[in-house]
């Protein structure tokens, strides 16, 4: 992952889309979220992350077990994806090693969800059929960046059986 980090670095900064928040008069302000970008640093305590798509999808790969044996055995891989610290009383969610745990319905979610002021992130994946699904958004508000990928991971998934089906 070589376009990640806790700031956005030289390196990052020419990539970065612009990113807004909604006013509470719902006009779109760029300046408060580039404000809060200025020497960040570690002043949050969520080790909210900045990446590209790019990297996301390779970070989804490692947690769909795609990664090399070296940095971590697919036996301690698999351990942490039948581990899920604490729940909700319905076992709704929880949250594993690095990943939370979401259910709606039949279908169980992995990944994780993110934002730092200007953007909202989701990388989720589904470790029985190995398929990821990614939402990056530059605005921030109240869009259930998380549900969207969600829904778009359960498409997948679902498109992937019809295609194993056939």
Request: include cysteine.
């Given at each position: ?15 970065l ?9 719902g ?43 070296s ?6 891989w ?17 949250y ?13 979610s992995y ?14 994946f ?20 998380s549900g ?19």
């Amino acid at each position: 992952m070589k376009n990640t980090d806790f700031e956005p670095t030289p390196a990052i900064r020419p990539a970065l889309a612009k990113g807004y928040e909604i006013g509470a008069d719902g006009r779109l302000d760029a300046d408060t979220p580039a404000r809060e970008h200025e020497g960040r640093g570690y002043k949050v305590p969520n080790g909210a992350v900045y990446t590209t798509v790019e990297d996301l999808a390779r970070f989804v790969a490692f947690e769909l077990g795609e990664g090399p044996e070296s940095v971590l055995p697919r036996k301690a891989w698999l351990e942490n994806l039948s581990r899920v610290n604490s729940a909700d009383g319905n076992l709704t969610s929880g949250y594993g090693i690095g990943f939370q745990v979401s259910r709606s319905g039949e279908f169980v979610s992995y990944g994780h969800g993110g934002s730092v002021a200007g953007y909202r992130a989701a990388a989720l994946f589904d470790p029985v059929s190995k398929t990821g699904a990614i939402v990056l958004r530059n605005v921030g508000g109240r869009f259930d960046v998380s549900g969207l990928c969600r829904r778009a991971l359960q498409e997948a998934v679902s498109a992937r059986a019809g295609e194993r089906g056939r």
